[in-house]
């Protein structure tokens, strides 16, 4: 209040009026840009957020890829685990088919004998 008075007694009744608009004007276009400016603010923090989302998906994209590789990895040895072990029961097998028929000629001589 007492700053209006002040200006009213320094700028005259005549061109208070217009400064008042120019004034008015002036705080329109100083909040505008004020305004402008936090919403580039908002929009840099956004698009920062956002590429910290797309470079943890690329990181998390490699995590998938190294699951999926120690997954081939794994398979592969699960198959030459089988084949190593089917070729060593069929070995045994024979092995022990061999055992049965010599314990099985030895019974006879023996029991010609």
């Not at 070729?87 to 010609?112: F, N, P, V, Y």
């Amino acid at each position: 209040m007492v700053v209006m008075l002040v200006a009213l007694l320094v700028i005259g009744p005549e061109r208070l009026p217009g400064l008042a608009r120019k004034a008015g004007l002036l705080m329109g276009k100083a909040k505008r840009f004020i305004s402008s400016v936090k919403a580039d603010i908002d929009r840099e923090l956004a698009a920062e957020e956002l590429k910290r989302i797309i470079k943890e998906h690329k990181d998390a994209s490699g995590i998938h890829e190294i699951i999926e590789e120690t997954k081939g990895t794994l398979n592969e040895a699960k198959q030459e685990y089988l084949v190593k072990s089917k070729e060593e029961i069929e070995k045994t097998s024979q092995e022990i088919r061999g055992d049965i028929k010599t314990l099985s000629e030895s019974d006879e001589e023996s029991k010609r004998n």
